[in-house]
T-cell receptor, first 113, second 113 residues
Framework: DTGVSQDPRHKITKRGQNVTFRCDPI?????LYWYRQTLGQGPEFLTY????????KSRLLSDRFSAERPKGSFSTLEIQRTEQGDSAMYLC???????????FGPGTRLLVL | GDSVTQMEGPVTLSEEAFLTINCTYT??????LFWYVQYPGEGLQLLLK?????DKGSNKGFEATYRKETTSFHLEKGSVQVSDSAVYFC????????????FGKGTMLLVSP
């Protein structure tokens, strides 16, 4: 397995548009996390899945954000009616097995104009 | 709540110099501690970790010791290389099973030849 992958790597959109990002975790990992990283800051937790169940959501995840993991494999993060403040790097991580170390993907960089 | 404080960067060093990046934490429970590294244009990579007091994590010449009495997890390397130039993040997680990561703001390291 080549690790966690994310698609697209970059996304430029206009304010008010909807965007969707995809994350493919390491295949044997049952836990999946989404984080957001703004310029000059560390990543901040958004939401967590165990298999297909979304078990925790941060207060950062407003009603415009929705995440799914329909079959317990890949996950999608959708942002509706994007705002300029949504511009950030969106990171996905997965973990599983002994130690529960989280392994991160390369991220999707979103720019809202 | 849980938090991580790192020294501000950038840290600018010449090749073969000694590196220390300070990290202190506040946690409601008994955390595991991590250092992640982010190279330009790439995602976060786990550098090292420690799960209990007095443990020393080490990898690629980097070391950090979990100091419960000073709530610290400082990153050190005896001789840095140009290829070590990156942003370094200190992070913690609390709890067993799944647990989200709380990150510091990151410290940029620039190593010149």
């Amino acid at each position: 397995d080549t690790g966690v992958s994310q698609d697209p790597r970059h996304k430029i959109t206009k304010r008010g548009q909807n965007v969707t990002f995809r994350c493919d975790p390491i295949s044997e990992h049952n836990r999946l996390y989404w984080y957001r990283q703004t310029l000059g800051q560390g990543p901040e937790f958004l939401t967590y899945f165990q298999n297909e169940a979304q078990l925790e959501k941060s207060r950062l995840l407003s009603d415009r954000f929705s995440a799914e993991r329909p079959k317990g494999s890949f996950s999608t993060l959708e942002i509706q009616r994007t705002e300029q403040g949504d511009s950030a790097m969106y990171l996905c991580a997965s973990s599983g097995g002994v130690g529960e170390t989280q392994y991160f993907g390369p991220g999707t960089r979103l720019l809202v104009l | 709540g849980d938090s991580v404080t790192q020294m501000e960067g950038p840290v600018t060093l010449s090749e073969e110099a000694f590196l220390t990046i300070n990290c202190t934490y506040t946690a409601t429970g008994y955390p595991s501690l991590f250092w992640y590294v982010q190279y330009p244009g790439e995602g976060l990579q786990l550098l090292l970790k420690a799960t209990k007091a007095d443990d020393k994590g080490s990898n690629k010449g980097f070391e950090a010791t979990y100091r419960k009495e000073t709530t610290s997890f400082h990153l050190e390397k005896g001789s840095v290389q140009v290829s070590d130039s990156a942003v370094y993040f200190c992070a913690l997680s609390v709890g067993s099973g799944y647990s989200t990561l709380t990150f510091g703001k990151g410290t940029m390291l620039l190593v010149s030849p």
